[in-house]
């Protein structure tokens, strides 16, 4: 039986390797990037807080095991809040939360925090300016019913002198980083979706399908 040589058992070798990562698909230049900017980390998912859901692309490093530039864990989310004094981060507004998580929201921690402006523009009902400050969206709802009267503490700037027909308004899809002022049926937060969830762009929208399923996709489920 002829014998092999060291040099073509490397050659066989190599010529294996090769098929094997032949069809193999090499990342893209902009998803190196992306991990390159990205810190990979231990998951600690059963440290995180009660209302922070698991679910894929989680923003939330300890869930993921992924720390993206500028994120925190809703861990560290609730610390901040807790610092600001607010004694119980997990009855303040979910999109807010989220906003924070996902640097939308740049906070330190401190107390003044609470009094910035995050957003301010025309209202809907008058042209009057508007002005919301992190303690009041942290305190807004975040899901209307389309029944009841909404309430908010984002007022008109003139008050009881205001045109309008409420005089108040409603900040949706801050944890998108787009803020979307409206009057209750923009306002619908899913907390069913990873970490502190996200916004739906209507109240009759959901991502739940017809045989109850959470889901990524909008399912349109109105009464009305």
Not at 76 to 81: D, G, I, T
Not at 143 to 172: F, N, Q, R, W
Request: with cysteine.
């Amino acid at each position: 039986m002829p014998k092999t040589s060291g040099a073509s058992k490397e050659n066989s070798k190599s010529h294996g390797e090769a098929a094997k990562s032949k069809g193999k698909k090499r990342p893209s230049q902009s998803s190196l990037a992306e991990i390159s900017n990205n810190v990979v980390v231990m998951k600690k998912p059963k440290a995180c807080v009660e209302d922070c859901k698991p679910g894929p692309k989680n923003d939330c490093w300890q869930r993921s095991g992924v720390r993206k530039e500028g994120y925190f864990s809703c861990v560290e989310v609730h610390a901040l809040l807790k610092d600001m004094g607010i004694e119980e981060p997990e009855g303040t507004s979910r999109c807010i939360r989220a906003a924070i998580m996902r640097g939308h929201i740049k906070v330190t921690g401190k107390k003044e925090d609470l009094d910035m402006i995050i957003w301010k523009g025309q209202g809907i009902c008058c042209d009057d300016e508007y002005r919301a400050t992190l303690g009041q969206l942290l305190q807004q709802q975040v899901y209307y019913d389309g029944d009841d009267p909404y309430d908010s503490p984002i007022s008109c700037v003139l008050g009881e002198d205001c045109t309008g027909d409420l005089g108040k308004i409603l900040v949706a899809n801050l944890c998108s980083g787009t803020p979307r002022p409206n009057m209750g049926k923009g306002q619908n937060h899913c907390y069913d979706c990873s970490a502190f969830g996200k916004c739906l762009p209507d109240f009759r929208d959901s991502h739940y399908n017809e045989d109850g399923n959470h889901t990524n996709k909008i399912h349109f489920v109105s009464r009305y």
